[in-house]
């Protein structure tokens, strides 16, 4: 939503809100991972396989890749900072579906319950720098992808 409102704004001051709200967007879910890793590593929460949510992360472990090179080209294009930085969500977003999909599967074929929060916290400093990124170039004013 914030992507679209930023095109529909058209200027530079919506660009850097934009950026800015999509670097925050990018802490929140670096502060989620870690929240849910300890979470289940204490016993509270352990991923569960279900064929519905296999079948879900299988289609966006596919389809939120190619959404994310889409919209890298068009960054690019633009040259829009948070469009790259919500290109960089939407990897993120695959990269997780991967990753709680191999978990999903060493826990129903290998009983390894510990094995997605493990995968999910070495995403962690990817996600950070990503939303790092994104706040740097809100604030600097450089729109370059």
Not at 6 to 31: D, H, P
Not at 57 to 63: K, T
Not at 88 to 96: D, F, K, R, T, W
Request: glycine share 8%; aromatic share 10%; hydrophobic share 55%.
């Amino acid at each position: 939503m914030v992507i679209l409102w930023r095109f529909w704004a058209r200027s530079s001051w919506a660009e850097r809100i934009a950026a800015k709200v999509a670097g925050v967007l990018l802490f929140m879910v670096a502060t989620l991972v870690i929240a849910s890793s300890i979470l289940s590593f204490a016993g509270y929460a352990e991923p569960q396989p279900s064929y519905i949510g296999i079948v879900l992360l299988v289609v966006a472990a596919i389809g939120m890749p190619w959404l994310a090179s889409k919209k890298r080209q068009l960054a690019v294009q633009l040259g829009s900072a948070a469009l790259k930085a919500d290109a960089a969500e939407s990897s993120l977003c695959g990269y997780l579906s991967w990753i709680a999909l191999g978990g999903l599967l060493a826990n129903a074929i290998f009983g390894k319950s510990w094995a997605d929060p493990v995968a999910a916290l070495l995403l962690v400093p990817l996600v950070l720098k990503d939303g790092w990124e994104a706040m740097r170039s809100s604030e600097s004013g450089c729109h370059c992808c």
